[in-house]
């Protein structure tokens, strides 16, 4: 008779797939142990507190959802608050309100109305319609023209990117929404906020009372640890888990340069993008607006996108031709393992933050539904 492990889960990573995955085991009796390779729980959402403000320590992390279900959820860990997303665009000192709308249009042309913006737009793009659109750039063009494209999408698009918008696919941008109207609101939701006092509040609900430890590098320990548990969920990069047999995935990356200002409001916003070439960061964020904070000082963090590299972090998949078929390579690997592979990282997938939940919760779901 051989001895049972200690863990029910293993759970690799403390954001939220695995914060979740824990929180839904335990409710099923599951005994599970996270661990994390920082030295803190809730992988990118963890918000470090500075000056009394909630920093986002790895990037904004703004949750949007239309899933009331999902809404209530996070809800029932942390009340959220009533933020809505409205960023700003400097191109070269100019402020323009984003998503492209009637405030927009009007900085833009001195445009009043729905009719006069759509005529622009028209005029700008007739000359630039293909039927195949053979890169981002004549994409873009062929959707909004010359004005927005130029100032708005072009240097930021590239700075992220790292690449020529006529050397990206053209499928990263397949809509550009216009709006014909005067809303600033970034996001089309039912829902959004930010939780009130931080994303460590509802990392820390998910959490209560399931054993972690942090400052664990799994690859280091990994046959210490797999005699802990019966059953495995990983939440980090597929590629590292099977040693880059096949080669690795592309990721994008981002430095992030936190500053405290001894002043009480900087930019008068949360998120201001710097769509210029010149400028070599994407956009500064200002925490305490997150949360309509009226603390003393204040906290920004400009943003430097980069390649990711084994010396930072991967955050956004590149998901081209190229790097999907690569990933199936993987995938068909983790298909025949019996492990749980969650998690933008492991799936090598965009989520959002209420998709990562959805994800998580269906799995749980499926896995414990005759228990």
């Known amino acids: 008779m051989t001895n049972k492990k200690p863990y029910d889960y293993l759970i690799v990573g403390s954001g939220?797939?695995?914060?979740?995955?824990?929180?839904?085991?335990?409710?099923?009796?599951?005994?599970c142990l996270v661990v994390d390779k920082r030295n803190h729980l809730g992988g990118n959402v963890y918000c470090?507190?500075?000056?009394?403000?909630?920093?986002?320590?790895?990037?904004?992390?703004?949750?949007?959802?239309?899933?009331?279900?999902?809404?209530?959820?996070?809800?029932?860990?942390?009340?959220?608050?009533?933020?809505?997303?409205?960023?700003?665009?400097?191109?070269?000192?100019?402020?323009?309100?984003?998503?492209?709308?009637?405030?927009?249009?009007?900085?833009?042309?001195?445009?009043?109305?729905?009719?006069?913006?759509?005529a622009i737009i028209d005029e700008q793009t007739k000359k630039h319609r293909v039927k195949k659109p053979g890169n981002l750039e004549e994409q873009a063009l062929s959707l909004v023209g010359e004005d927005i494209y130029h100032k708005l999408i072009k240097g930021y698009t590239e700075k992220q990117w790292g690449r020529k918008a006529t050397k990206l696919p053209a499928f990263i941008i397949k809509r550009l929404p216009l709006r014909f109207s005067f809303d600033n609101n970034y996001f089309n939701d039912s829902y959004q906020g930010i939780p009130i006092g931080g994303y460590n509040k509802l990392i820390d609900g998910l959490l209560n009372n399931i054993e972690y430890r942090v400052g664990v590098d799994y690859f280091k320990e990994k046959d210490n640890l797999h005699r802990l548990a019966d059953n495995i969920v990983y939440t980090g990069k597929i590629d590292e888990f099977y040693d880059y047999c096949h080669g690795e995935l592309e990721y994008r990356s981002l430095r992030f340069d936190h500053q405290i200002l001894n002043q009480s409001n900087y930019q008068g916003n949360a998120v201001v993008n710097y769509t210029d070439s010149d400028t070599s960061f994407t956009r500064i964020l200002e925490h305490k607006h997150f949360e309509f904070g009226m603390q003393k000082n204040t906290v920004i963090t400009k943003e430097y996108p980069l390649e990711a590299s084994n010396k930072n972090e991967p955050y956004y998949p590149i998901n081209d031709t190229?790097?999907?078929?690569?990933?199936?390579?993987?995938?068909?690997?983790?298909?025949?393992?019996?492990?749980?592979?969650?998690?933008?990282?492991?799936?090598?997938?965009?989520?959002?933050?209420?998709?990562?939940?959805?994800?998580?919760?269906?799995?749980?779901?499926?896995?414990?539904?005759?228990?």
């Not at 939220?16 to 005994?31: D, M, Q, S, T």
């Open 322 to 371: 190229k790097n999907s078929n690569l990933y199936n390579e993987y995938k068909k690997m983790a298909l025949q393992d019996n492990i749980i592979f969650g998690g933008r990282l492991a799936e090598y997938k965009y989520y959002d933050m209420h998709q990562v939940i959805g994800a998580a919760l269906a799995k749980t779901k499926k896995l414990f539904q005759n228990q």
């Open 48 to 118: 470090e507190n500075i000056e009394g403000i909630n920093v986002h320590k790895y990037g904004a992390h703004i949750f949007h959802t239309n899933d009331k279900f999902i809404w209530d959820y996070v809800n029932s860990f942390v009340p959220f608050n009533r933020y809505t997303n409205s960023p700003l665009a400097n191109y070269k000192g100019e402020l323009y309100n984003l998503p492209f709308n009637m405030n927009t249009f009007y900085q833009l042309w001195g445009v009043r109305t729905p009719q006069e913006a759509k």
């Open 16 to 31: 939220l797939y695995g914060a979740v995955f824990a929180h839904e085991a335990k409710k099923k009796n599951k005994k």
